[in-house]
T-cell receptor, first 113, second 109 residues
Framework: NAGVTQTPKFRILKIGQSMTLQCTQD?????MYWYRQDPGMGLKLIYY???????DKGEVPNGYNVSRSTTEDFPLRLELAAPSQTSVYFC????????????FGPGTRLTVL | GQQVMQIPQYQHVQEGEDFTTYCNSS?????IQWYKQRPGGHPVFLIQ???SGEVKKQKRLTFQFGEAKKNSSLHITATQTTDVGTYFC?????????WGAGTKLIIKP
C-alpha cells in the first residue's frame, strides 16, 4: 500500500494564480483532512471530509475549496493565491473520525510570490 | 474556541539527557494522540491515550494522560540523535483533533 500520496511536492505560484493540490489514499478510509503548517507552527485544519460527497470547513477555510467525488481522492483548490498561503500542506486520512490515528501524506511545499 | 497549549516550544538537550513536553487543553478530551515529525517530514502517529490517568511506555518514551483528561505529557529518557524532531500532541474533542503547536527537540552538538 502506498498510503497517502500528494502531488506536487513543491510549487511556486505568483499572486493571483490558482492551483489544485492532489491527495490520494489507498487505505479505503472514509475520513480525509487537509492541514496547513506554517514555519515553526502546528497544524491547522483547512477542510475535512467524512465520506464521498461530504465536506466541511475546518479552522482556516478561507481561500480554499475542496471536493470529494471518490473515497480515494480529496483535492484542495487554491483560488487567487496570496502570499499568506505560503505554507506546507498536508493531506491525511483516518479510519474513524474519533479515536483513530491519522495517516499523513509527505506534504506539498507551496510558495506564493 | 478549544485550544491545546503545548510547552516548551523548543528544548535543547545534550545527547543522553531527558526531554519532556507538556500539553494542556481548555476542555476535557475524549483521548489524546501524540505524533512525531522529523525535520522536513510529515507527522507520524506515536500513540493514543484514552483513559484517565493512563500511562503508556514505548522503550524510552513515556506518555501520560491526566486524571481530568485535560493534560498530557511525553517524557523521553536518555535522548538519542534519532529522537530529533518536533513532537505534537493532538486532543480529540467532539470528533476533531485540536493540535498543539509542538515542541522541537534539538540535540546540542
Amino acid at each position: 500500500n502506498a498510503g497517502v500520496t500528494q502531488t506536487p511536492k513543491f510549487r511556486i505560484l505568483k499572486i493571483g494564480q490558482s492551483m489544485t493540490l492532489q491527495c490520494t489514499q489507498d487505505m479505503n478510509h472514509n475520513y480525509m483532512y487537509w492541514y496547513r503548517q506554517d514555519p515553526g507552527m502546528g497544524l491547522k485544519l483547512i477542510y475535512y471530509s467524512v465520506g464521498a460527497g461530504i465536506t466541511d470547513k475546518g479552522e482556516v477555510p478561507n481561500g480554499y475549496n475542496v471536493s470529494r467525488s471518490t473515497t480515494e481522492d480529496f483535492p484542495l483548490r487554491l483560488e487567487l493565491a496570496a502570499p499568506s498561503q505560503t505554507s506546507v500542506y498536508f493531506c491525511a486520512s483516518s479510519y474513524r473520525v474519533g479515536g483513530s490515528e491519522q495517516f499523513f501524506g509527505p506534504g506539498t511545499r507551496l510558495t506564493v510570490l | 474556541g478549544q485550544q491545546v497549549m503545548q510547552i516548551p516550544q523548543y528544548q535543547h538537550v545534550q545527547e543522553g539527557e531527558d526531554f519532556t513536553t507538556y500539553c494542556n487543553s481548555s476542555t476535557t478530551l475524549s483521548n489524546i494522540q501524540w505524533y512525531k515529525q522529523r525535520p522536513g517530514g510529515h507527522p507520524v502517529f506515536l500513540i493514543q491515550l484514552v483513559k484517565s490517568g493512563e500511562v503508556k511506555k514505548q522503550k524510552r518514551l513515556t506518555f501520560q494522560f491526566g486524571e481530568a483528561k485535560k493534560n498530557s505529557s511525553l517524557h523521553i529518557t536518555a535522548t538519542q540523535t534519532t529522537d530529533v524532531g518536533t513532537y505534537f500532541c493532538a486532543g480529540d474533542s467532539n470528533y476533531q483533533l485540536i493540535w498543539g503547536a509542538g515542541t522541537k527537540l534539538i540535540i546540542k552538538p
